[in-house]
């Protein structure tokens, strides 16, 4: 599925502040390897549903797994296993009873200790590989999960690595042992070393998917095979949010554009993000926030929610929401399946060009019934010269202002807003009251 940096900001993917993106919530792996495999299959959602269903599998088989999962390799593990594999170590014989490394330990101290130390991080990363595959032996594995399983079981059949896979947790190697498996590991074996590294990587981000799916209750969306576009999400809810408000939406090629209105803090920008980030996640393989998802396969994700301004280019807010709208067009108009998310269409411009400027983009985009719209707006008035368009569904936000309180219910409602709260906020702050004393 095709996506842009723009809109993986937009919908809280990636975030220059970790804590507030989706891939920081949802990040479980235990090394930086694995972390960055994670990273590779958040930014490469798929675009075949193949793979959707086989990235599924996959996560369903770790998950059964969860609590067996080996606890011997840390991130500590591999960078030791780095760093002794790039350290400049003096030569080892590979007689053992040859004189150099009969001295090996007095006259390469250095040498020896920084072995000494490592060889015991190497067990237990083989030891922890082997395991794994024990635990997912004889299970019906997607064929790119087999072909691991199988590299792994091969490369463990090689007597010094297969001696280290099955040692002890904390045991203690002699000099010998130590001076033996530093041979091995730093000659013939430091690529298979290195190889089963990467394997171990990516199986740590798949089991970090596993966990953030059994962790935060995540259901499986099913995926529909149709030409046309299609969403239905019960109990959609934001995951990045302590105490989500659950929506339900359905969107089809009837009602394939969604107007959505209500005052600020009411929560459309929160069911954009909501739906954006779980079709994104949808095609990740992962679970959804949601209490049941039925979707099709999407082509694309384009959003213009977060527009900013540049003024070391000299160029206007609206002059960028121009831009992006103009790069929406481009992209979209190929025939194939995009889910299109537009928040606060022309804030950059007086209200009765927004309202013009607003008109004639929906009017455009209507006629692309190939893709799915929501764009929510305060431009009101708008709603009334859209009715005629029996593809658009109007759904607004209510909100219940009692003695200047705001109370927000975050449920859907059919039809337009017709609130006007920014006075009653301005006012309820003190605003009014401090400038009538100026």
Not at 67 to 77: A, L
Request: hydrophobic fraction near 40%; charged fraction near 25%.
């Amino acid at each position: 599925m095709q996506i842009d940096n723009t809109s993986f900001s937009d919908i809280s993917i990636f975030h220059h502040e970790e804590e507030f993106s989706i891939f920081h919530k949802l990040n479980f792996t235990k090394t930086v390897g694995g972390r960055e495999w994670l990273r590779k299959f958040f930014s490469e959602p798929h675009n075949d549903l193949k793979k959707i269903v086989g990235t599924q599998k996959v996560i369903r088989t770790f998950m059964e797994h969860i609590s067996q999962w080996p606890t011997d390799i840390s991130n500590g593990t591999v960078l030791v296993m780095d760093k002794f594999l790039d350290y400049s170590l003096d030569t080892i014989s590979e007689n053992p009873a040859s004189l150099n490394n009969l001295t090996y330990r007095w006259l390469h101290f250095e040498d020896y200790s920084m072995l000494k130390y490592s060889v015991p991080h190497f067990a237990d990363f083989y030891r922890g590989v082997r395991k794994i595959v024990e635990l997912l032996d004889g299970l019906d594995l997607p064929p790119a999960i087999q072909l691991y399983v199988d590299r792994i079981t091969g490369i463990l059949r090689e007597q010094p690595l297969q001696k280290l896979s099955e040692t002890q947790h904390e045991q203690r190697f002699s000099p010998r042992q130590n001076l033996y498996f530093g041979y091995h590991l730093r000659g013939r074996y430091k690529t298979n070393t290195l190889e089963l590294i990467d394997i171990f990587s990516r199986f740590d981000a798949w089991y970090s998917m596993a966990v953030a799916v059994k962790t935060y209750k995540l259901s499986f969306p099913e995926f529909t095979e149709q030409q046309t576009p299609m969403v239905n999400a019960k109990g959609l809810y934001h995951i990045l949010l302590p105490k989500p408000v659950a929506y339900d939406m359905y969107m089809s090629p009837e009602h394939n554009f969604l107007f959505l209105t209500g005052a600020n803090m009411a929560g459309k920008s929160t069911l954009i993000k909501a739906l954006g980030s779980a079709v994104f996640l949808a095609h990740t393989g992962m679970g959804v926030p949601a209490e049941h998802m039925r979707l099709t396969l999407f082509d694309g994700l384009i959003s213009n929610i977060n527009v900013v301004d540049n003024i070391a280019r000299g160029e206007s807010y609206f002059f960028n929401e121009v831009q992006r709208i103009k790069n929406t067009i481009e992209k979209i108009n190929d025939g194939k399946k995009w889910l299109v998310l537009i928040d606060e269409l022309f804030k950059g411009t007086n209200v009765q060009d927004a309202m013009k400027c607003s008109l004639a983009v929906i009017k455009g985009l209507i006629k692309i019934k190939n893709s799915l719209f929501v764009l929510s707006t305060h431009l009101y008035e708008i709603g009334e010269e859209l009715k005629n368009y029996s593809n658009i569904s109007f759904r607004y936000f209510e909100t219940d202002v009692t003695d200047e309180q705001l109370k927000f219910s975050y449920q859907l409602k059919e039809g337009v807003s017709n609130d006007r709260i920014g006075y009653v906020i301005l006012k309820r702050e003190k605003v009014v009251e401090m400038l009538d004393k100026l």
